[in-house]
């Protein structure tokens, strides 16, 4: 765990967004991340989250999660890639793996 | 004349009575002068500050080379004192700079000799008094308005012009038109800026202070109130350990450590017949004042639809649907639950996407009850509860927590983890109570930790079952002597007690 500062950093490619998330998402780091997703989530039709960097998250980054999947479950809805096997784990455990699209 | 000097000693005044107004407006028993008498004394106060600043702004005051007038900005005095201190403050301040400055001319030369009518020592003096009494007046409708320092610009400008048209015209009554207009034209646009901006400012300073002070108090006001909801979310956890009154079937003790001043962790233990014992441990996304009322929530829709006497995965299925009604932030709960059947030690429990309680059979080592029944609480309409069974044996212990536990960090980033929490579990004595396993994983985090600060709340429920019927009463009758006998001989045997010993108990009985 080097790199604990959350950040995130868009590509998009029209209203397909890609969010590369590093470092920890959690209670801390939640809040900006909420106030970012929201501004793409207006907009865009479709998300992809790119855990690569993501090293930790939360429940309260778990949550937002779900809020980016249910703003988009009528759309092109929400989809996790890069995941490590930690934060798999974490999907898994709360059953979020199963909602939410993981590849 | 002099601009430089001029425009030196009026910004010099300016700024002191700015100093001045900064120290009242944040003064916290200024501020409590409000109402009733108080507020008698704040306008006395007020009619005061403002009759001392005239004299200052008099003696401060710059003196025209070419003429007698002065320009000061005494005025701010006469305006503070009324503006802000209704028509007493107005009075006071009033009185206090005109009277100075009609003594002002022997007071700063010594002389005896001058002529009061002289010069403008009159109306400088009448009008220093009159605006005091009119702002005075004008107080009631200046605590109402907003963008209080234009209005106090746009008072400042009226208070000068009628000081320098009262000037002028009893300059002209004594000396003629040309001359009054020769005395005062120099100094019109320095005398009316200095007043208007300086009193403007002044109003600025004060309610920027005020707003400030407001501030914190109110700042001081949401930490008492998150105190007493400290004590309240406490007083909502149930807390009678270490032995449930009157029940020595199991021993349970429970804690919850809330990272903030509120947390949106619980534990919950309760029983919903005499024979059926419920306990829980569950967390709210988040932390803080949005995870404590959902919290509440939670709690009570568990507990209510479990007395209701639905099963248990029914109980969560419907929790999960009430929780999702009106949860608009998207909050979620984790929870596991466990109901025991006291006399059979038959532990049915769900897993709501909850961390993996420790389970311990009595003698054997601990291992992780990694059984999934569905998804977090509040996620999705969809979701459905499955839920597992296991016998708890007497001896048997489990342990229940939340991810504050497991994901507690050091300062190098590192999490508790599940590992280092099972390998304290196997190395803790058997003989541990539960009481006494709260206390040996709070202290093994701490020192896991070494003083980073907690980032999330922590809560644990350890529970030991003693026995199936440890509280079994029975009337000493001649009828009940197969009753105690068939209830020693099953104590005993569980116990692997010697058949000579329980031979003698058994004639001890009889």
Request: net charge negative.
């Amino acid at each position: 765990m080097n790199n604990p500062n959350f950040h995130s950093e868009k590509h998009s490619e029209g209203t397909a967004v890609t969010l590369a998330l590093f470092g920890n998402l959690n209670s801390a780091s939640a809040p900006d991340f909420e106030a970012d997703l929201k501004k793409v989530l207006a907009t865009a039709d479709s998300l992809t989250l790119d855990c690569t960097g993501l090293v930790y998250i939360s429940s309260a980054g778990l949550r937002l999660f779900l809020l980016a999947d249910q703003a988009l479950e009528n759309k092109g809805g929400l989809r996790l890639i890069h995941v490590s096997s930690e934060v798999k784990e974490v999907l898994d455990m709360t059953g979020l793996g199963t909602i939410i699209r993981v590849e | 004349m002099n601009w430089l000097e001029m425009i030196v000693k009026l910004i010099g005044a300016i700024a002191l009575i700015d100093v001045v107004a900064v120290l009242l407006a944040s003064t916290h028993s200024f501020a409590k002068l409000d109402g009733g008498k108080s507020r008698l004394t704040r306008h006395i106060l007020l009619g005061l500050t403002g009759g001392l600043f005239a004299i200052y702004a008099t003696v401060a005051g710059y003196k025209m080379t070419n003429s007698e007038a002065q320009v000061s900005i005494r005025d701010v005095g006469a305006l503070l004192g009324g503006a802000l201190g209704g028509p007493l403050g107005g009075l006071i301040a009033g009185t206090m700079g005109g009277v100075f400055r009609l003594f002002w001319p022997w007071i700063s030369d010594g002389s005896a000799a001058r002529s009061l009518l002289d010069g403008t020592t009159i109306p400088c003096a009448c009008s220093t008094f009159v605006i005091g009494i009119v702002s005075g007046f004008l107080h009631e409708g200046f605590k109402k308005v907003k963008h209080r320092p234009l209005w106090a610009l746009a008072m400042g400008v009226g208070a000068e012009v009628f000081h320098l048209a009262f000037a002028f015209f009893y300059l002209w009554g004594l000396h003629g038109a040309e001359n009054a207009w020769n005395a005062l034209r120099e100094l019109i646009i320095p005398f009316i800026l200095a007043n208007a901006f300086g009193f403007a400012l002044l109003i600025l300073v004060f309610d920027q202070m005020r707003h400030y002070r407001d501030t914190e108090v109110h700042a001081q006001q949401v930490e008492g109130e998150l105190g007493v909801a400290t004590s309240i979310q406490n007083s909502m956890l149930p807390k009678i350990f270490p032995d449930y009154p009157g029940r020595l079937e199991f021993n349970i003790a429970a804690s919850m450590e809330p990272a903030k001043e509120v947390g949106g962790d619980f534990y919950d233990f309760f029983f919903t017949d005499n024979d059926h014992f419920f306990f829980l441990v569950a967390d709210v996304s988040g932390k803080g004042v949005p995870a404590a009322l959902f919290m509440v929530i939670a709690k009570t829709l568990i507990k209510n639809n479990i007395q209701s006497g639905l099963s248990l995965d029914k109980a969560l299925e419907a929790t999960n649907q009430q929780l999702l009604e009106g949860d608009d932030e998207r909050m979620f709960v984790t929870a596991w639950v466990g109901g025991l059947e006291i006399s059979t030690g038959k532990l049915t429990y769900v897993n709501c996407g909850h961390n993996p309680p420790l389970y311990c059979k009595a003698g054997g080592q601990f291992i992780y009850l990694r059984d999934f029944s569905g998804l977090i609480l509040a996620a999705s309409k969809k979701a459905r509860y499955k839920t597992f069974e296991l016998t708890m044996a007497p001896g048997d212990r489990i342990f229940l927590y939340t991810d504050g536990i497991t994901e507690a960090m050091n300062a190098q980033s590192e999490q508790y983890g599940e590992k280092r929490l099972l390998a304290l579990a196997d190395s803790a004595p058997l003989s541990n109570t539960p009481l006494v396993a709260l206390d040996a994983v709070k202290a093994d985090v701490a020192s896991f930790v070494k003083g980073t600060p907690q980032s999330d709340d922590m809560t644990m429920l350890a529970l030991q079952f003693i026995d199936y019927d440890a509280h079994k009463k029975v009337e000493a009758k001649t009828e009940n002597f197969e009753v105690l006998s068939a209830f020693l001989e099953e104590q005993l045997n569980a116990k692997k007690v010697p058949l000579s010993i329980s031979n003698k108990l058994e004639i001890v009985l009889d």
